[in-house]
């Protein structure tokens, strides 16, 4: 009867310990050009915690992995539009 609570203990200080990776998709108004889509990447890469960010010109929408002990979905999209295209969170996937 002990090894299974002993067991969720040690799932649950995994997952306290190893801060999981975050998917968020922001919406990035005035995109306009194709070299926009790449001002966005870099204002995105420059953010401490992103691991990898796709930009989509067609859909207006930016997808961020990031680190969530380092930055924020708020923080990402404040860097985006502090580059000069208005962005929002879209969807903040858990
Ligand atoms: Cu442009």
Redesign the pocket.
Known sequence: MLKPAFAALLLLTGSALGAEPRTVTLAVDQ???????I?VHKALSHVAGVAQATVDMETHTATVTFDPAKTTAEALATAVTNAGYPAKVLKNGG
Do not use: K
């Open positions: 995109m306009t050009c194709a070299a926009c889509p001002t």
